[in-house]
């Protein structure tokens, strides 16, 4: 079964510095790769995914991710932390023999001001 | 993006009453609708797929006579939480994929604030 791991259970970051969230997941075979943002007592919702092609992903609020094979990481990451970002991030991962999406244990990002 | 419709967003009831959370697809199909759990400072954790028209699949350790779903239609799933209990208390959130594919991201509701005293 596929499987997620965010290491870090808290991310602080001053504003306006880069921010990095990481995850190196497990599968099987190919994966399909997400994030997710969550805000307090909210849903989530999308960030980006990693389906196939380039490895660098580009996706919403500026975010973005790369998608290493060699060392299973799907890091996400944006270049200049805003203290709106302070929220919990998912890193998820589908097989593609599957239909489950397995999701990591969150990570708490705080953006100091 | 695709709206997901998640109601109520809050819920306080007495131990042994039922709830029902209900979960609708605003704009678009859904044949497939996935049912989380999630605790305080953790990751959600995928209690049943439900599908329409025929009955849900549930993961390993989830009571299907506790947790009850219906798929009824292309746009609405609900979950019943039977003889509710304090332990039962969490935050139940659904989501959709739009199309049959693996490849589509899925579309989360806002979540059920379930409050069991």
């Known amino acids: 079964a596929q499987s997620v791991a965010q290491p870090e259970d808290q991310v602080n970051v001053a504003e306006g510095n880069p921010l990095t969230v990481k995850c190196t997941y497990s599968?099987?075979?190919?994966?399909?790769l997400f994030w997710y943002v969550q805000y307090p007592n909210r849903g989530l919702q999308f960030l980006l995914k990693?389906?196939?092609?380039?490895?660098l992903v580009k996706g919403s609020y500026g975010f973005e991710a790369e998608f290493n094979k060699s060392q299973t990481s799907f890091h996400l990451k944006k270049p200049s932390a805003l203290v709106s970002d302070s929220a919990l991030y998912f890193c998820a991962v589908r097989d593609r023999g599957n239909n489950r999406l397995a999701f990591g244990k969150g990570n708490q990002v705080v953006v100091i001001p | 993006g695709a709206v997901v419709s998640q109601h109520p967003s809050r819920v306080i009831c007495k131990s042994g009453t039922s709830v029902k959370i209900e979960c609708r697809s605003l704009?678009?199909?859904?044949?497939?609708m996935f049912w989380y759990r999630q605790f305080p400072k953790q990751s959600l954790m995928l209690m049943a797929t439900s599908n329409e028209g025929s009955k849900a699949t549930y993961e390993q350790g989830v009571e299907k006579d506790k947790f009850l779903i219906n798929h009824a239609s292309l746009t609405l799933s609900t979950l019943t939480v039977t003889s509710a209990h304090p332990e039962d208390s969490s935050f139940y959130i659904c989501?959709?994929?739009?199309?049959?594919?693996?490849?589509?991201?899925?579309?989360f509701g806002e979540g059920s604030r379930l409050t069991v005293l």
């Open positions: 704009d678009f199909q859904a044949t497939t």
């Open positions: 990693y389906i196939t092609g380039d490895n």
């Open positions: 989501s959709a994929r739009i199309g049959q594919g693996f490849t589509g991201e899925l579309f």
């Open positions: 599968v099987s075979g190919n994966p399909y």
